[in-house]
């Protein structure tokens, strides 16, 4: 009875809970889409900023926003994969392997803005490059590395040990194991990290506005020259994303319409991580099929 | 030379005072065993007695333990496999496992089979497909399977998977099949097809089989070994080791004083 009772009251409680969550989600998107609607015309969403006078747009922002992604998975996805088997399958378990296991626990809980500073040191500075896409990538990189390695470190040690006996008892080798057998099978756990990882990186504002900087130059879409400064290409030219664009506009936007491009810029940055959620796990369940023949 | 002296008449597996520890403790304690070509052996005992253990050094599988310290002999084919400079790989090809729960690979069934072959260097897509087909038809798995070779290996029921797995094992042409209670999770009727198929792949393959069942083992190996707290206590005839043991200790686990 007594038990009943309080099953009764853990059961609402929690569903309430999870009512609460769904809520305020569906509110903030409501509200943010709402605000954002009027502006998302094509024109708005191509053209570039204008500093002064009303009508400018975020085309360049939006495009920076996916190259930066682009760049920074390019990098970091290869790096935590690789540290993510090499944790899971080949670290010895020893003093060495828990102290980089601390490491990567404390890169991992540090604020944005003190990696972007020491972005600034690093990859702007030290380099020379100056602010510039690499820059940012590559902040971005130490900031997602540590998601990256952990995700695809407890994706692999999750798939059934019994896997990988089946393997070795065929007489294949540990790497070819690891890729023919347990990497497919681990997919949808990295996966999820990635998509994770890379909402981190639309999202990211802090860690950007000095590596990647605060400013874009006037994009030439046409241009494909990687050298030159106005080709969207060039990952060595400034290139500030959606994210930090909305945080300038909203700081210190000089243009009567600065409050409707945040908003408007806000909404495109939603709809923007929920359409690439949307098309990664997509591909996710595409990918893990054609590997493993399994449908999920 | 050695080799030559070697009794290549029928013996496949020698092991010599084998002895196997996970740290400290003692698995399998100087075990001596001869194991004809072309036969089933069953290993019998109650659980913990070390008969996985024996089973999984025979193809070095105990390697991935790092805990466990193997010493002795054991010779395969005549070649001493716990030397250093064996080619596991090539050693594993030779002794296919079969385990306890099947494991297929989260692939289709096709894959399943054709991944170790691929690894191990036939390309050809038609050589592929030849051994995929024999493979299942020797696991006798071929008809009811074979219109969704694509699909994955996980939708078969679970005596389908372990023959999939055989299939599998069958697939790198290995003359020693060790099977670890390959049927111990199956319902009667799969039990009764994996029985039937290890009968027939005695006429090409030296089979060696733990169980649990000791019907199982009557109805289908041709000697029985019975293990004891890591030691090797008897092994005959399955026909007489079962009719008439020599050791007291065999007479009672068979006629379940213990166990
Ligand atoms: N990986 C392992 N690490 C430590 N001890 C083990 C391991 N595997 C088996 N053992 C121990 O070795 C003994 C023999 O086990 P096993 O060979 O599995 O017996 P059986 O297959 O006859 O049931 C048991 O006491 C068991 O606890
Ligand atoms: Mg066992």
């Not at chain 1, 023919?180 to 990882?197: C, E, F, K, Q, S």
């Not at chain 2, 797995?165 to 670890?180: T, V």
Request: charged share 20%; aromatic share 8%.
């Amino acid at each position: 009875m007594r038990a009943k009772t309080i099953d009764r009251i853990a059961t609402y409680v929690l569903t309430g809970i999870a009512v609460l969550i769904i809520a305020v989600l569906v509110g903030l998107l409501g509200f943010i889409l709402t605000n954002g609607w009027h502006k998302l015309t094509f024109d708005f969403i191509t053209s570039p900023p204008d500093l002064l006078k009303a009508g400018g747009g975020v085309g360049p922002q939006l495009f920076n926003s996916l190259y930066l992604l682009v760049l920074t998975m390019l990098i970091s996805l290869p790096l935590g994969l690789g540290a993510g088997i090499y944790m899971a399958e080949y670290a010895p378990n020893n003093r060495i392997t828990q102290s980089i296991r601390l490491c990567i626990e404390v890169l991992s809980s540090l604020p944005s803005i003190v990696v972007g500073l020491f972005g600034l040191l690093v990859f702007v500075t030290m380099t020379g490059w100056g602010y510039s896409l690499m820059s940012g990538a590559l902040a971005l990189t130490v900031f997602n590395l540590p998601l990256l390695v952990r995700i695809s470190e407890d994706a692999i040690r999750n798939v059934p040990k019994s896997q990988k006996e089946a393997s070795f008892a065929l007489g294949i080798s540990k790497w070819r194991t690891v890729v023919t057998v347990l990497l497919p099978a681990a997919l949808p756990g990295i996966v999820t990290g990635a998509i994770l990882a890379s909402g981190r990186v639309f999202g990211e504002a802090a860690a950007l506005l000095f590596t990647a900087g605060m400013s874009s130059p006037d994009l030439i879409f046409h241009d494909f020259n990687l050298d030159s400064p106005t080709s969207p290409l060039n990952p060595f030219r400034p290139a500030e994303t959606l994210a930090v664009h909305i945080w300038k506009v909203n700081t210190e936007g000089l243009t009567p319409d600065a409050r409707d491009v945040a908003d408007g810029a806000a909404a495109i940055l939603v709809l923007a991580v929920l359409l690439f959620n949307l098309g990664a796990r997509w591909f996710g369940t595409w990918l893990f099929k054609k590997m493993t023949s399994v449908t999920r | 030379m050695n080799t030559l002296d070697f009794d290549q008449g029928n013996t496949i597996i020698r092991t010599k005072d084998l002895s196997v520890a996970y740290g400290e403790k003692t698995a399998v304690s100087k075990i001596s065993m001869e194991i004809e070509r072309n036969t089933v052996t069953a290993f019998i005992g109650p659980s913990g007695c070390g008969k996985s253990t024996f089973l999984r050094s025979l193809n070095r599988m105990n390697d991935l333990i790092p805990s466990c310290r193997v010493t002795g002999s054991i010779e395969i084919d005549g070649i001493e496999i716990n030397d250093s400079n064996v080619n596991i790989e090539g050693l594993r090809q030779l002794v296919g496992m079969v385990f306890q729960r099947a494991n297929p690979f989260f692939k289709s069934i096709y894959e399943n089979i054709a991944l170790a072959p691929r690894y191990h260097g036939i390309r050809s897509k038609a050589e592929l497909d030849e051994i995929v087909e024999q493979s299942l038809r020797k696991a006798a798995l071929w008809d009811e399977v074979k219109d969704r070779l694509k699909e994955s290996a996980l939708a078969l029921s679970g005596g389908q998977q372990q023959r999939l797995c055989i299939a599998r094992a069958i697939a790198m042409q290995p003359s020693i099949l060790l099977l670890d209670e390959p049927a111990s999770a199956l319902d009667p009727i799969s039990t009764m097809k994996v029985e039937e198929l290890i009968s027939e792949l005695k006429d090409e393959y030296t089979i060696v089989i733990v169980t649990h069942n000791l019907h199982q083992a009557a109805r289908i190996s041709d000697k029985t070994a019975f293990f004891l707290m890591g030691e090797l206590i008897e092994m005959n005839e399955t026909s007489i080791l079962f009719t008439s043991p020599a050791q007291k200790q065999t007479e009672d686990y068979i006629t379940g004083k213990f166990g």
